[in-house]
Structure formats: C-alpha cells, structure tokens
T-cell receptor, first 111, second 115 residues
Framework: LAKTTQPISMDSYEGQEVNITCSHN???????ITWYQQFPSQGPRFIIQGYKTKVTNEVASLFIPADRKSSTLSLPRVSLSDTAVYYC????????????FGKGTKLSVKP | NAGVTQTPKFQVLKTGQSMTLQCAQDMNHEYMSWYRQDPGMGLRLIHYSVGAGITDQGEVPNGYNVSRSTTEDFPLRLLSAAPSQTSVYFC??????????????FGPGTRLTVL
C-alpha cells in the first residue's frame, strides 16, 4: 500500500481558496486517490476521488499530475465550517478493506 | 437506510474487563472495517472483513477479536481491556467495485475509556 505524506496543519481565512497537497511517490498503477474530511467527534466523510488529471464535484476539486506521485485537494472559498482534518488515501478496489489513514492535515479557517 | 450504526456511544471499563462493540450496516456492503483513533492522531486499522466469514488483521490487531457471521454485522471484541485501549472506535463499510475503490461510510464512533 502506498504511503502518503501531507502537511500536519494549514491556516486560512474565510473566502480564500485552500490547496492541500499530498505526496504518494509509491502509488501503484491500480491505485486511486481519495480524500476524506473529519470533523471533531465524527467519523470521516468521503469528499472526492480521482485517478488522473482533474476531478470536480460540488465540494472540491482534485488535481493529479501525469506522474500521479502527488495530488492536490482544492477547496474553493472556504468557510468556518470547513475547519476539519483532511486525509489523503491511496489504494485500489482490492485494498479498500485495508486502507491506511495518516495523521491528516488539520485545516483551521479563521474569520 | 440507517447507514452504519455503532453501539454503545460511550463506555467505561475497568482494566481486565471484556466487552463487545457492535457495528451494523444496512447497505449490503461486503467490506467492513474497525479503526481506532487516539487524541490528535489519525485512524489506525484494527481488523477488516471482505465478506461474511472472512476477516483479517490491520495495523493494530493485538487485544481485539472480530467475527463476521452475517453481511450486516461486524462486532469488535476486547478480550481483556487495558488503559492503552482508551480511544474512539469507528466502524466503516463499503461496497467493492472491481478496480475502482469505493468510498467508505463511517459510523458515529464509540468513545471507550479503560480505567
């Protein structure tokens, strides 16, 4: 399973765009990149998933370069309610029962 | 659908006691997992199951047992509780799709304190 590395914490202000980058140098051909969000005292919640290039949904965008050794989660115009821990995971359909969460990135959004 | 449910929400045990944390899902998901989360840490995988009758160990399996007799239920047993097992426990489930990884749905968690 590919190991991921992401910043421990980030600070932002309301209305700004936030980009959180995750490194996964050993990503395998079959691996997908998935991001989760976790609020205090809650279980993680799926945000977005991608394999290559760019994926966008109503919450975020995920940018994946051609070599797939990193990925960037982009949160447009953050609000106070986006304050949470964000986890980057790498794995495939055969490993989804055995995924490794890291410590994640704690995003603090200030007014 | 209720999604993933966990009981109890809170539990206090004394060292050496045993107990079972319950997890159930009504989404017909084949994959189910148990994680623990210590303060300020990420989630660590304890055990997981890829289907009824099949279980395997994760990162931190010592001191825990699991079984999967039905698709819906995946209980986690603490054999002899220790203070080091004080943590928040999350259960998760997902439906496998060939090739593509599918999102995991997490329960609300069980906050366990071992004195």
């Amino acid at each position: 399973l590919a190991k991921t590395t992401q910043p421990i914490s980030m600070d932002s202000y309301e209305g700004q765009e936030v980009n959180i980058t995750c490194s996964h140098n050993n990503i395998a051909t079959n691996d997908y990149i998935t991001w989760y969000q976790q609020f205090p005292s809650q279980g993680p919640r799926f945000i977005i998933q991608g394999y290559k290039t760019k994926v966008t949904n109503e919450v975020a965008s995920l940018f994946i370069p051609a070599d797939r050794k990193s990925s960037t989660l982009s949160l447009p115009r953050v609000s106070l309610s986006d304050t949470a821990v964000y986890y980057c995971l790498v794995g495939d359909g055969g490993s989804q029962g055995n995924l490794i969460f890291g410590k994640g990135t704690k995003l603090s959004v200030k007014p | 659908n209720a999604g993933v449910t966990q009981t109890p929400k809170f539990q206090v045990l004394k060292t050496g006691q045993s107990m079972t944390l319950q997890c159930a899902q009504d989404m017909n998901h084949e994959y189910m997992s148990w994680y623990r989360q210590d303060p300020g840490m990420g989630l660590r995988l304890i055990h997981y199951s890829v289907g009824a009758g099949i279980t395997d160990q994760g990162e931190v399996p010592n001191g825990y047992n699991v079984s999967r007799s039905t698709t819906e239920d995946f209980p986690l047993r603490l054999l002899s509780a220790a203070p080091s097992q004080t943590s928040v426990y999350f259960c998760a489930s997902s439906y496998p799709t060939s090739g593509r990884y599918n999102e995991q749905f997490f329960g609300p968690g069980t906050r366990l304190t071992v004195l």
